[in-house]
């Protein structure tokens, strides 16, 4: 089965997983939000959104995928759709026997999954307690890559939905305004 990236882009737009708009984070207002916590809200699309995402990792030879602490809807639904074992962050600073939950040892090739990547720095510790526990990192899957320039050493970063991608399809429908999409189009190249 495969899905329309575009449709499934008007489908977050829709269910208001993804906003434009002024919102304060922090100390900073930015001009984009999504918000992945309400993903199993709508099952039926998350099952689309891990089918898209499927495509793009059948490449890489993985046993086990590794979920940030954030990204635990997106990487349940990607487990059930490749059959892969999943490993996740309780996100809580313990020592790594503690902090990762699943069935792992060493030798497994992994797939780190996150809802964004901004950088690659609050990925970094994540990695590292991998590594030891003998999970071997093949790559970093995100479900929006907000287009900066993380750096991984050897590992390749794929993502679902470009924020580029996003922008300029909603802006060629008419639902995002080009004053609003060039606003998110410079803060996206500030962040870089």
């Known amino acids: 089965m495969t899905v329309n ?3 499934l882009i008007e489908q977050l737009l829709d269910t208001g997983l993804i906003q434009f708009g002024r919102f304060q984070e922090g100390q900073e207002f930015v001009p984009f939000r999504f918000t992945p916590d309400y993903l199993p ?3 039926k699309l998350l099952s ?3 089918i ?12 086990r995928i590794l979920a940030t602490t954030d990204s635990m809807p997106f990487g349940v639904a990607l487990s ?16 790594t026997a503690y902090d990762l939950v ?9 797939l780190l999954v996150a809802t964004t990547l901004a950088e690659d720095q609050p990925l970094q510790p994540l990695i590292k307690k991998a590594e030891q526990v003998g999970l071997n990192i093949q790559g970093v899957l ?19 939905f470009s924020i580029i991608e996003v922008i300029t ?3 060629n429908l008419g639902r995002l305004p080009p004053g609003q999409a060039e606003t998110v189009y410079a803060w996206s190249r500030q962040i870089s």
């Open 52 to 63: 898209a995402a499927r495509s793009q990792i059948d490449e890489y030879r993985v046993d």
């Open 80 to 95: 059930l759709e490749t059959k892969l074992s999943l490993v996740y962050s309780k996100g809580q600073g313990a020592i």
């Open 169 to 171: 399809h909603l802006t």
């Open 102 to 110: 699943g069935a792992y040892n060493s030798g497994h090739n992994a």
């Open 5 to 7: 990236l575009h449709t």
């Open 142 to 160: 995100t479900l929006f890559n907000l287009e900066t320039q993380a750096r991984f050493t050897n590992i390749p970063v794929m993502t679902v």
């Open 48 to 50: 689309q959104i891990a």
């Open 41 to 43: 809200a709508y099952p």
